[in-house]
């Protein structure tokens, strides 16, 4: 799976979030943007996978502007974002969320370190 891949970056942004529900970590800017390895995605495909999981229930407190045609643009901050209980739920019960959690998990950076804090 590809850094960038939906599902890949979809796990990152759950199990941060996850890990700041839990009071494992703070958000922070700077560490999440590490995290879902920002420098690798374009503003607005994180911006299309943010409206996504909001439109699906993962994640609430974000909010979009859709000022032309099909393109939405954050209205708000990174840190107003919340993980859903059906996030928490998609996040551990999800058999693609699963697969990538397994591919993962072994990673030596900051997502192989939260994986093993709260999954």
């Not at 407190?61 to 107003?80: C, H, M, Q, S």
């Not at 996030?87 to 990673?107: C, H, P």
Request: overall charge negative; aromatic content about 10%; proline content about 1%.
């Amino acid at each position: 799976m590809a850094k960038d891949d939906y599902n890949v970056v979809v796990f990152k942004i759950l199990t941060y979030l996850y890990a700041c529900l839990k009071r494992t970590t703070l958000f922070d800017e700077r560490v999440f943007k590490q995290i879902i390895d920002k420098q690798r995605i374009a503003d607005e495909y994180l911006t299309d996978i943010l409206h996504m999981m909001t439109e699906e229930d993962l994640i609430t407190g974000l909010v979009f502007a859709k000022p032309w045609g099909n393109t939405y643009i954050l209205a708000n901050e990174y840190g107003d974002m919340k993980i859903t209980s059906y996030g928490i739920n998609y996040l551990s019960e999800n058999s693609t969320m699963s697969k990538v959690r397994d591919v993962l998990k072994d990673n030596t950076g900051l997502i192989g370190e939260l994986i093993k804090m709260v999954l």
